[in-house]
């Protein structure tokens, strides 16, 4: 499965952008989706994801009510809205999928098997 992620930018606090992430796979409505994100000198933090079903999705207490994780199984893409963002939210994120999740892994990034590129959001004023 390939993903490509795009959407990334420059925005001043409190704006919005909304990050999509295209699979190459047919079966995508079969497969659960995460975002992660990554500053400069960290590690891969978890932002939000979506199980397959729609039944489920989770936040990081960071940006939950700000952030919306959503899908459209027909186009084969996952979205990240991101609404309020701040400076601290400035990173590289990730779109990650995995057909094989449980509900309690889907907020670590080593359960996912296939990733995007990345793409970069910059908050700054």
């Known amino acids: 499965v390939q993903l490509q992620a795009s959407g990334g930018g420059s925005v001043q606090p409190g704006g919005s952008l909304r990050l999509s992430c295209a699979a190459s796979t047919r079966t995508f409505s079969r497969y659960s989706v995460g975002w992660f994100r990554q500053a400069p000198g960290k590690e891969h933090d978890f932002v939000a994801a979506?199980?397959?079903?729609?039944?489920?999705?989770y936040y990081s207490d960071s940006v939950r009510g700000r952030f919306t994780i959503s899908r459209d199984n027909a186009k084969n893409t996952v979205y990240l809205q991101m609404n309020n963002l701040k400076p601290e939210d400035t990173a590289v994120y990730y779109c990650?999928?995995?057909?094989?999740?449980?509900?309690?892994?889907?907020?670590?990034?080593?359960?996912?098997?296939?990733w995007g590129q990345g793409t970069l959001v910059t908050v700054s004023s």
């Open positions: 990650a999928t995995d057909n094989r999740l449980i509900s309690s892994s889907m907020r670590y990034d080593y359960a996912y098997d296939y």
């Open positions: 979506r199980k397959w079903d729609g039944g489920s999705t």
